[in-house]
C-alpha cells in the first residue's frame, strides 16, 4: 500500500518560513492536498492539487510537489498558524485515500 | 453556507453496531461523492471510507471492510456509515467531508465529527 511520511513535528520563529513535507515513491505524479488542524477542530483545507489555495487561505500557504517529495510552506509564519498539518493523495493503484502521519508545528 | 453536520456517535460494547449520520446542506448534494475520516484519540487522520454521487463507487479502507457499510440518500441530502462487530480500536471521532471533484479531489468542507466510544 502506499505510504506518505511526514516528519512529526517542525518548529519556527515567528515571521521566518516553515516547510513541511510529505515523502511518497514518485509523489510527484499524484495530486496532493494539505490540511491545517488545530485543537478541538476539524481539518481545513489549505493547499489542494499541489499548489493552489481555496479562497480565504492566506497567500503565507503555498505548495510544491516534485520527485518523492510534496511540502507546504508557511511564509512569516504567525501564532495563528501552530497547528497539526496533514497531506493526502489519492492512491489509484489500490483505491484508497492515503493521509500522511502529520507534523505538529510549533511557533517558538 | 456549506455544511456538514454529523451524530449517532456514542459508547458502545466490543462487538456492537451504532449507525452515524451526516446531513448536508448548502450545496447540491447528489453531485458529490462524499467520505468518513476517523481519528482516534491523540492520533492523525485515517480515511474509513468513500461513495460516489450516485452510489456507483464504494471503497473502504481494510480496517474496516467487511464490518462497515457506507451508504446515502441523495433524496435527503444525507450519508451514513453503518458500523458492526465494533472494536476498541474503532474508538475515534468520525468525520464526514465532500469531495471536491469526481476522483481525487479534496476534502473539503469537513464536519465537526462525532464521537464513537468502542468500550466495555
Known amino acids: 500500500s502506499y505510504v506518505l511520511t511526514q516528519p512529526p513535528s517542525v518548529s519556527v520563529a515567528p515571521g521566518q518560513t516553515a516547510r513541511i513535507t510529505c515523502g511518497g515513491n514518485?509523489?510527484?505524479?499524484?495530486?496532493v492536498h494539505w490540511y491545517q488542524q488545530k485543537p478541538g477542530q476539524a481539518p481545513v483545507l489549505v493547499v489542494y492539487d499541489d499548489s493552489d489555495r481555496p479562497s480565504g487561505i492566506p497567500e503565507r500557504f503555498s505548495g510544491s510537489n516534485s520527485g518523492n517529495t510534496a511540502t507546504l510552506t508557511i511564509s512569516r509564519v504567525e501564532a495563528g498558524d501552530e497547528a497539526d498539518y496533514y497531506c493526502?493523495?489519492?492512491?489509484?493503484?489500490?483505491?484508497?485515500?492515503?493521509f500522511g502521519g502529520g507534523t505538529k508545528l510549533t511557533v517558538l | 453556507e456549506v455544511q456538514l453536520v454529523e451524530s449517532g456517535g456514542g459508547l458502545v460494547k466490543p462487538g456492537g453496531s451504532l449507525r452515524l449520520s451526516c446531513a448536508a446542506s448548502g450545496f447540491t448534494f447528489s453531485s458529490y461523492s462524499m467520505n468518513w475520516v476517523r481519528q482516534a484519540p491523540g492520533k492523525g487522520l485515517e480515511w474509513v471510507s468513500s461513495i460516489s454521487s450516485s452510489s456507483s463507487y464504494i471503497y473502504y479502507a481494510d480496517s474496516v471492510k467487511g464490518r462497515f457499510t457506507i451508504s446515502r440518500d441523495n433524496a435527503k441530502n444525507s450519508l451514513y456509515l453503518q458500523m458492526n462487530s465494533l472494536r476498541a480500536e474503532d474508538t475515534a471521532v468520525y468525520y464526514c467531508?465532500?469531495?471536491?471533484?469526481?476522483?481525487?479531489?479534496?476534502?473539503?468542507?469537513w464536519g465537526q465529527g462525532t464521537l464513537v466510544t468502542v468500550s466495555s
Open positions: 514518485n509523489i510527484g505524479s499524484k495530486s
Open positions: 493526502q493523495v489519492w492512491d489509484s493503484s489500490s483505491d484508497r485515500w492515503v
Open positions: 467531508a465532500r469531495e471536491g471533484r469526481a476522483q481525487g479531489g479534496p476534502f473539503d468542507p
